[in-house]
Each structure stands twice: as structure tokens, then as C-alpha cells.
């Protein structure tokens, strides 16, 4: 059977409709029955002319991670596009536009750059967007025509598709925009002398679902809603600010109330609050604010009230840069605080898995009053996948805290040591249920307590919390072995993690033998599975986006031997391709 | 010895018991200096719970660091000793959480207007429906005698011995500046007319700031101590007026030492109001 895999990058200015070319792109090839994830960038300043790049991998096949570099480059911006080619492959596709409003000196012009071995396939843009609809804004769609054309779309879907984008604006709109598309794939067939191999004709997808488009803030906001979040408070930053804002409009429909505070301090000393009054409540930030909230960490977990924080990582450390991604949080979701500090720390490793973590999130937190830390990063916050919509989590999930017995109320001990660390809770409100909860180290009714024996006792009801949440936590995703062993074991984590899966699969397509770890559980760690995985590896690599290999050093610590390192700090997300090329180097 | 002791002492508690002025007060008895102004603010407070005959279940005290730190354990609520300058966020988010509980938020002068200074404006505009006490002392306690955000100028402190430098602020001023819906100031020498503006407090609708005058018996033996205080402390008498913002501001200027209510505005709505109105 025929299949496809295309990445194709679209490079424009501000406000030449880059992005929302890059998704109606995406949004019919999810429709065509295709695996989609795209990954935009755009400059970090609202004003001016800056670069936008569309990025939109395209797959008849599963996808894991968007792809190093692209197949097609459309140039939209003849300056931008130049800084552009060095992502574009050896034997890579740029289209560009043939007759520019003003012609271009030499060196500023995008085809003056191109290295042999580039196809090109020069389109008048400009001229057929006139043509079409009276002005050049229609450029974008006049390329999206092009490209149609070239590879053999379906134009039927694809008008189809761009007419349910704009079909809330006017008409005229939408006929512009139609009638440019329509004008690019008019002309290029009839011009363009087709030398590149990709093509979507006789491929066949199976007919499916619907699918949802959708990026990991948007996944976020919609699993807190199922999963009985009630209060949201935060402060904004990038690049969490989304999922506030999501759930501003959500929240009271749901009959939440949503709190924009002074600082993130004050966010996290809402939620504590919030929990402490037996609601689900939960705040996003990124690391400079993930800084700030450190000092309430040490309260979750002392006196016990159920919190969650999501950090979407971006560049660090301080201000860093804040619109591209990294992982580089690691230590501080695991340690940042101060003491003897069990908390839990989840990391999804893809989109899909942002929901399930939330869910997870807001359920653990709840039952074992504690602490629950997200880690997201700026490309799963952003990247858009189209997946099946995810099944709402069970009443079980729901409903997690524990109430004391009646009879348990007699003599009420809110921090009684249990099997499993779990005292029975109370919520303000509740008669016969009075306790008073402090960060100082207490006795099991809550009173001030300093004693070593007692402080000994505590931390570890504490600590014996990570025992009965690992009994029930997700299992590590870990791939097939060849056979006995592998030569090459991948261990990764959050969003490296699909890569690292990906290059494992191309590394055996190649003959190297591999086998993938990767596991959402961060605190507590599955220990064990780590340890039998790497048992049954000759040599072990752990890719990630930080430039210190802070879950490389954790891991060595549980698997007691060394182990190959691969670091990014690039602002990219973890590419496949590298992760390969370091294997086969190995 | 201790066995008599311990006996006397259940005994005259079960007496005071019978006449239910302990009903609000917790077992657990208060880790305050003897003669600390806190057993005055306390009263004042367990004498307010019982006259709006308020459920112990329903009253939820949050607090910060420092020796007011130490409240919750000590009234019969639910209680949270949190972190140092952080009651009143906590609070904010409980009473959102839980709109049917009475809040108290508790805050020495170094909690809420030294580290926790940053949240007392928003709680203020954004008119969040708890009841902050503010114990102000003039000084850190806790951490034995430095100077704090309402300790005086060039007094003597363990921080500054030369003499404080920085001027202090003025806590009725910034409350009224902040745009806070309720602001009186109480003396701990007068439970009774403590309990009064603190039973106003909890009736407002709304944020209400109380600043409470009381002496560190132990670390300031020169400034805000029982005999300056019971000497100089009076009645304000604005209650007539007090929705003139004019008058208010003008008696936090010239009137350190007068306690009442200076201001409040009875029409504005409380944060949950306005969200009602708002998403309606």
C-alpha cells in the first residue's frame, strides 16, 4: 500500500497569513483521514514584521515527533525564507514566488541561496493573488493552491476546507480566499513541470472519526473541566497564558470561579486555599513564576492540602527565552523547595497524554492530598496533533478524597499515620470535623510538634504516600526488544519522548538493535522497570532538551552505571533524526 | 504540686466553661507572652463568633508567620497556619472555594505589610468577602525585636540600634488608598469595643481591614506599650460619617491613636457578587 510522510514549512512575515495557512493546511489533512502535527513559531514581540514559520508534518503512517527538517519550503518572505533553507532537507522542495511585487536584489533573494540538489518551483504569487482577488493578501492561499497541485491533493476537501474556516466571515472573504487557492492550483498545474516524487494520489486513509485538532494547552483546559476542576488561579506567561484564558470563558459555565492574581505567589496561596476548602483547584505557569510558587510547595506537602501546578517549560534559567522550548525543569519540579519534600511530578510524553496527566493530576492530588506538579514544555503547550477525542475519566477519578469515619470523629486525628499515608480528611464545614493545619512539623492531631521521633514519624507518613501513588500510577511506556536484549536502550522523558520512540523505530528498520523507555510517572519513579529495562541494554542514551542531562543524573543515580548523553539546547523540539544519528554512532 | 495545679485549673476551666465564654476557644492554650495584647484580640474575636452565634464549623482562620501566626491553634475553627506574608492569598482562594464559610485572615505588621505588602492592595480592589485582622504591634516578636514596616522612626530596634531609618507606613491610609470596603482600627485593651468593629467586619460584605493596636510587652518597652496606649487611645466617632472618604483619609493622617470605623461603603458589591454579575 501507498504511504506518504511530508514535512512541509511555510515562512512568512507577520501578517501574511502564515499561520493560519499552516492550519487550514492541518485541519484538512486531519479531514483526508491523515496523521497532522504542526508546530508554529513566531517571534516573541507583537509588533512589527517578524518571522513566522508554519511547520506541519504529514503522515499516512503514526507520527512521534514533527520532524528535523522539511521537505517543502514555501517561501512567502523572500528575507525570512532565506535564514529558513538550512531546515529545509538536502533534496528538499522550495517554492517560491516567481514574480514579486518589487523585484529583489541578488542576495535577498530566497532562490539566490539555494544549494544544488533543491528543487524548485517558482509560482507568481503575487500576480495570480491579484489576479484572483484584487490584492497580494491572498498569497498564502494561492501557495496552498500550489502545492495542491504539485502533490496531487484532493482540491474538492481542500476548498472545502478552507471555505469552513472562513465561514463565519463575510462572503466576499470567503470567495477571495477560495479563488486564490483555486488560481494557485489552476496555474501550477498547467505550468509547473513536476520533478519531485511526493504525492497523495493513491494513497488511501481508512474513513474514521472525526478527529480533534487541538494543542496541549487547549487538551489541558478541557481535561481540568472533566476531571471537576472548580478553581483556577494564575498570573500570565508564556507560554501558559493560554490555558488561563481557556478556562476563563470555561470556568463559570462549569461553575468554577477563575482568579487572575497579583503574582504567582498569590496563585499558588489560592489554590492551597481552594484545596484547603475541598475543591479541585489547580494554576499553570512557567519557570520564572514555577520559582516563585516553590515556597507554597513545601506547605502542600507539610500540611497536606491537595495543589496542582502545571509548569510548561520554556528557555531557562530567570527570564530566559521565553517563546522556545526546553526541559530543563526537571530538577526543580523534583527538588525546588526546601527540606525533606515528597511531592509527585508527572510528565506527559505527548499531546494525547496531556489529558490523561491532567485527570491523573487533579485525582492524586485530591486522594493523596499533596502536591502534584505538570511538566509541559512550550512545544506541547503549542503543537497541534489531531487525535481521537479522549474518553472522560470515571466517577472514580472524580471523586478521590477520603472522609473520616463517623466513629473516627470522636477523637479526630487529621494527620493519622495510615498504611498508605493517607489520613482521613475533613473539609471546612464539616461538624465534629474542627483541625488546624500548619507547615510546622506537627503530631498527628496537627499541633505544633518538634520532637525528633515525631518529626521521623511524620516525614515518613510523608514519604509513604510515593509508595501506594506508584501502586496505581501508569505503567512505562516501553518498546519491544528484538529479542533477549538490545544493544541500545533509548530512556527519555516528556515530550523527547516520541522522538526517542521514532528514532528506536528507525534504528531497527537499519538493523540496530533498540528498545525505548520513556515514563509519565517522574516522582515517584517506576525504579524498578528502569532498572529491568536497563538490565536487558548493552549501552543506554538519554536524549533531552537541557544542557546539564538533569534526568540523565537521576537516572544514573537508580541504574548505578553510566550512560551516553544526548543535549539540545537549540529551542527546538527533540528531533528523531539526531537521536538516530547519535545511535548509530554508538 | 502539679497534680493540684493542673486540678485547680480544670476546675476553674469547667466554671468558665458553664458560662460558655470559652465555647469559641480551643484546648490548647496560647503560647503568648503573660500581658501580650494578643488574649485582648482573642477575646474580642471568640466574643464576636458567639454573638452572631456563628457554627465553630463554619469559621475557617487563616494565618500567617510571626506571633499572630499562632491564632487558629487557639480558637475553636477550622484553622491554617500557612506561610509568612501569604494569609491573605490563602484566604482569598478559600473564600472563593467556599463562599458559605466565615474567613478570618490574621497578619502581624511584618506578615502584611512587610513580605505579604504585595497582596493587600488586590485583596483590597478586588473586595474579597473576609474579615483581615491586622495585629500591629510595631514590631518582629517572633524573631525577638526588629524593626518592622510600622515601627517608628529612629526608635531603637535588635535590627536598627542606631535607630530605625525608614519611615513607617500608616496602615489605615494604605487600606483606605488600596480601596478597601470596610477599615476600622481596634486597641487591644478593649475587647468590647473590639468585639463590636470585629462583628462589623464579619457582617460587611466585603473586604474588611481592622488594624489592631496592641503592645509587644517584651521587645518594645518604649513605644507602643499598655501605658502609651491606655493613655493616649480614644474613640474616633466618625461613625456617623463613615462612608466620607475625605474624612477618613484625614483622620488616618492626624488621629495615630483614635479607634472606631473610619470608613466603609456598604453598596459596593464583593468579588463574587460582581462575578455573578458579570457571567450572569
Known sequence: ?586 | METIKSDYLDERLDQVRAKDFLKYRSGDLPTWCPGCGYFGIMDALYKACRELELKHEDICTISGIGCSGRTPIFINSYGFHTLHGRSIPVATGLKLAREDLTVFAVAGDGDALGIGGGHLPHVARKNIDITFLLFDNSIYGLTKGQSSSTTPHEMKTNSHPAGNPDTPLNPIKLALAYGASFVARGYAGDPEGMKTIIKQGIQHKGFSFIQILTPCVTFDKTNRTWKNLKENVYNLNLHTQADNMETAMRAAENEPFGVGLFFQDKDRLSYQDILRGLNR
Not at chain 1, 459555565?253 to 498569590?266: P, S, V
Open chain 1, 1 to 586: 500500500m501507498k504511504d506518504i510522510n511530508i514535512v512541509i514549512e511555510m515562512c512568512g512575515s507577520a501578517g501574511e497569513g502564515t499561520i493560519s495557512a499552516g492550519e487550514i493546511l492541518s485541519r484538512f489533512m486531519s479531514a483526508q483521514g491523515y496523521e497532522i502535527m504542526s508546530f508554529d513559531s513566531y517571534p516573541a514581540e507583537i509588533r512589527g514584521f517578524g518571522k513566522c514559520v508554519a511547520h506541519t508534518r504529514i503522515s499516512s503512517d503514526p507520527i512521534y515527533s514533527p520532524g528535523k527538517l522539511a521537505d517543502v519550503l514555501i517561501a512567502l518572505n523572500d528575507n525570512h525564507s532565506i535564514s529558513q533553507l538550512s531546515a529545509l532537507k538536502n533534496q528538499g522542495i522550495l517554492i517560491y514566488d516567481s514574480q514579486p511585487a518589487r523585484p529583489h536584489e541578488e542576495d535577498k533573494s530566497v532562490l539566490g541561496w539555494v544549494d544544488p540538489g533543491i528543487i524548485t518551483y517558482g509560482i507568481p504569487l503575487t500576480m495570480l493573488a491579484h489576479r484572483a482577488a484584487g490584492s497580494a493578501r491572498g498569497r498564502n492561499m494561492v501557495a496552498l493552491g500550489a502545492i495542491a497541485a504539485i502533490f496531487h491533493m484532493d482540491k474538492a476537501g481542500f476548498t472545502q476546507s478552507i471555505e469552513d474556516r472562513y465561514s463565519k466571515k463575510k462572503k466576499i472573504v470567503i470567495d477571495s480566499n477560495v479563488n486564490s487557492f483555486l488560481e494557485g492550483f489552476e496555474w501550477a498545474t498547467k505550468h509547473i513541470e513536476k520533478i519531485d516524487s511526493f504525492s497523495f494520489e493513491g494513497v488511501t486513509m481508512p474513513l474514521q472519526d472525526e478527529k480533534l485538532i487541538i494543542n496541549g494547552n487547549q487538551l489541558v483546559a478541557r481535561a481540568a473541566l472533566d476531571a471537576n476542576l472548580k478553581f483556577y488561579a494564575g498570573y500570565p506567561i508564556t507560554p501558559a497564558t493560554k490555558i488561563m484564558e481557556i478556562l476563563s470563558k470555561e470556568l463559570p459555565r462549569h461553575g468554577g470561579i477563575l482568579l487572575q492574581t497579583e503574582d504567582e505567589i498569590a496563585a499558588i496561596g489560592a489554590v492551597v486555599g481552594a484545596g484547603f476548602g475541598g475543591i479541585r483547584a489547580m494554576t499553570a505557569t512557567s519557570g520564572p513564576g514555577f520559582a516563585l510558587m516553590t515556597e507554597f510547595t513545601g506547605l502542600s506537602v507539610m500540611a497536606e492540602v491537595p495543589a496542582v501546578i502545571i509548569n510548561s517549560q520554556r528557555g531557562g534559567p530567570s527570564t530566559g527565552i521565553p517563546t522556545k522550548t526546553e526541559q530543563s525543569d526537571f530538577n526543580a519540579a523534583l527538588s525546588g523547595g526546601t527540606g525533606d519534600c515528597p511531592r509527585v511530578v508527572l510528565a506527559p510524553t505527548d499531546t494525547y497524554s496531556c489529558y490523561q496527566a491532567i485527570v491523573l493530576a487533579l485525582y492524586l492530588a485530591e486522594k493523596y492530598q499533596t502536591l502534584v506538579v505538570v511538566l509541559l514544555d512550550f512545544f506541547l503547550s503549542n503543537s497541534i496533533r489531531n487525535i481521537d477525542t479522549p474518553e472522560k475519566p470515571s466517577e472514580s477519578l472524580l471523586n478521590a478524597n477520603i472522609a473520616p469515619q463517623p466513629e473516627e470523629l470522636e477523637n479526630y486525628q487529621r494527620y493519622k499515620i495510615t498504611e498508605t499515608g493517607i489520613s482521613p480528611r475533613t473539609i471546612p464545614g464539616t461538624p465534629g470535623g474542627i483541625f488546624f493545619s500548619t507547615g510546622l512539623e506537627h503530631d498527628e492531631y496537627g499541633r505544633p510538634n518538634y520532637s525528633d521521633k515525631g518529626h521521623l514519624k511524620m516525614t515518613e507518613k510523608r514519604f509513604k504516600k510515593h509508595g501506594a501513588v506508584l501502586s496505581e500510577a501508569p505503567a512505562p511506556q516501553i518498546s519491544e526488544f528484538d529479542g533477549e536484549t538490545a544493544d541500545i536502550g533509548v530512556i527519555s522523558w516528556g515530550s523527547s519522548a516520541g522522538a526517542a520512540r521514532e528514532a528506536v523505530m528507525l534504528a531497527r528498520k537499519e538493523g540496530i538493535s533498540a528498545a525505548s523507555f520513556s515514563s509519565m510517572m517522574l516522582s515517584p519513579f517506576p525504579e524498578k522497570e528502569l532498572i529491568g529495562f536497563s538490565d536487558k541494554c548493552k549501552k543506554l542514551l538519554v536524549p533531552e532538551l537541557n544542557f546539564g542531562g538533569q534526568f540523565a543524573n537521576f537516572a544514573t543515580h537508580i541504574i548505578k552505571r553510566p550512560l551516553e548523553r544526548l543535549n539540545f539546547i537549540t529551542g527546538r523540539p527533540m528531533a528523531s533524526e539526531d537521536i538516530l544519528e547519535k545511535m548509530r554512532e554508538m
